[in-house]
């Protein structure tokens, strides 16, 4: 079993970053591959960015060059940079892992996930 906790969520203007975190505990989390997701208000839970056990990177083409995601193995601690953000990256964000190999973009891929936390951007 592995939990996972979402934080730095929080409001900032348009233009602005924020940076989530996501730690691990029970099972080493540095075991799973991890994935970021965003689910805004009426709208379907969406793949944001993905990251693997080595550090390779994958992410969506409305985040590309925005966001980074990256890991402390020592720390069992994700990150999502977020830059740049929009009135549209408003959303719940969650972080989620899974211990299949190769990029997963779907949610019924990953066995755990975060509680979420709220990003709210306004213009």
């Known amino acids: 079993q592995v939990q996972l906790v979402e934080s730095g969520g929080g409001l900032v203007q348009a233009g602005g970053s924020l940076r989530l975190s996501c730690a691990a505990s029970?099972?080493?989390?540095?075991?799973?591959?991890m994935g970021w997701f965003r689910q805004a208000p009426g709208k379907e839970r969406e793949f944001v960015a993905w990251?693997?056990?080595?550090?390779?990177?994958y992410y969506a083409d409305s985040v590309k060059g925005r966001f980074t995601t990256s890991r402390d193995n020592a720390k069992n601690t994700v990150y999502l940079q977020m830059n740049s953000l929009k009135p549209g990256d408003t959303a719940v964000y969650y972080c989620?892992?899974?211990?299949?190999?190769?990029?997963?973009?779907?949610?019924?891929?990953?066995?755990?996930w975060g509680q979420g936390t709220q990003v709210t951007v306004s213009s």
């Open positions: 990251l693997s056990r080595s550090g390779t990177t």
């Open positions: 989620a892992a899974h211990s299949r190999l190769g990029v997963s973009t779907t949610e019924g891929s990953y066995d755990y």
């Open positions: 029970g099972r080493t989390g540095s075991s799973y591959a």
